[in-house]
């Protein structure tokens, strides 16, 4: 490892550390190094507030002067929320750059780097690049097509079952990979399930670690047909928002408004439209969720190209049964030769459970 690689590791593991804080804003982290002694350390910790690259230089104070900012992300330029990081680098008197890959926001998009490089000083792109890119996976979608990074996860029996023929599912994985769940929906800024998972096991969709974040519950209900005394309707500990369709009852969605839940409209007739409910959060500046469904739903999204991600938590265990549902069901593809592969596929061992990490690669006619 380069020392230049070194550095800038040190500010990929700070950054990384307030994943779930940042939403929508990117991951950054930054280290300031004068006469190989690190004299500033920040990180990004939440939308709105001062960039990492601030509070490196607050921190450093005047030992930033000619010293070198490894930075994870290209510098911001403009003024948004927070004043331009590139303009406080050449404040502080900082002579050399260190970045790991450039900004995918258009609106910065290299521009940092030359009003840096326009006030003289040295510039060093592409260090840990890849690293940095996956760190922020969801940004990079988010900010290019303002549509949510999605991540579909499931448990599962080591046959493909996600409850027996009697539909009882608890528990299918240890509570060694509920815990890393939990953890995945603190990450996420929404959770999305189908009604049918209301109706059958009432969850309550939230993240039960110290500090945790409780993601935005998202439910597609074409009819509104979800309970109105289920717990995302009446605990208040996050809020819930429910997608449906043209035939959905008005008198419920009456009530359910009145109950505090928002109530999404999509072009679908008989069933949610995956591609809306997308597009919708999006807009309304949701930039990562965690599918949850059961077959159907999971199905839904994987069929129309949308899932970025999957997290499926495999449990050694044998259930059996032509009628115990599956995590993934639809009508699924015709020839072998046409389902989806899973690329960068990681195999992590939680408990008895293994995880399987990969992203889909979808077929292009």
């Not at 929906?185 to 110290?210: F, S």
């Not at 469904?293 to 899932?307: K, R």
């Not at 046409?338 to 459970?353: C, F, P, R, Y």
Request: with cysteine; hydrophobic share 40%; charged share 20%.
């Amino acid at each position: 490892m380069t020392n230049h690689e070194f550095y800038m590791n040190l500010a990929l593991t700070n950054a990384r550390a307030m994943k779930g804080q940042t939403d929508p804003n990117p991951l950054v982290g930054s280290v300031i190094v004068n006469e190989n002694r690190v004299v500033g350390v920040g990180t990004h910790l939440r939308a709105g507030e001062p960039h990492a690259e601030v509070h490196a230089i607050r921190m450093a104070g005047e030992h930033a002067r000619g010293g070198t900012i490894y930075v994870t992300l290209e510098p911001c330029s403009h003024f948004g929320r927070t004043g331009p990081c590139a303009m406080a680098i050449i404040g502080a008197g900082i002579k050399k750059v260190v970045i790991a890959t450039l900004d995918p926001n258009p609106v910065v998009a290299g521009n940092g780097v030359k009003m840096l490089e326009d006030a003289g000083i040295e510039v060093i792109i592409g260090v840990m690049e890849e690293e940095s890119r996956m760190m922020n996976e969801v940004f990079n979608k988010f900010i290019v097509e303002q549509k949510p990074f999605l991540t579909m996860k499931a448990g599962s029996t080591l046959d493909g079952k996600i409850a027996t023929h009697t539909a009882d599912s608890k528990w299918i994985t240890s509570e060694e990979a509920r815990s890393d769940v939990h953890m995945l929906r603190n990450e996420h800024m929404a959770i999305l399930v189908g009604v049918n998972t209301v109706i059958e096991d009432d969850p309550e969709l939230t993240t039960r670690i110290p500090n945790g974040r409780n993601p935005i519950r998202v439910i597609l209900d074409s009819t509104l047909r979800i309970p109105l005394d289920s717990k995302v309707v009446t605990d208040d500990q996050a809020p819930t928002w429910i997608f449906t369709a043209n035939q959905y009852d008005p008198k419920a969605k009456a009530i359910l408004e009145e109950r505090g839940v928002l109530i999404y409209h999509t072009s679908g007739i008989k069933h949610v439209d995956p591609n809306d409910v997308a597009r919708i959060l999006g807009e309304k500046l949701v930039s990562s969720v965690l599918i949850e469904g059961g077959g159907t739903i999971h199905a839904a999204f994987l069929e129309n190209q949308l899932v970025d991600k999957v997290e499926i938590y495999i449990a050694p265990k044998l259930v059996g049964g032509s009628q115990a549902p599956t995590f993934l069901e639809g009508a699924g593809v015709e020839l072998m030769r046409d389902a989806v592969d899973l690329e960068n596929l990681q195999i992590t061992q939680i408990g008895k459970d293994f995880k399987f990490t990969g992203y889909p690669k979808y077929k292009t006619n």
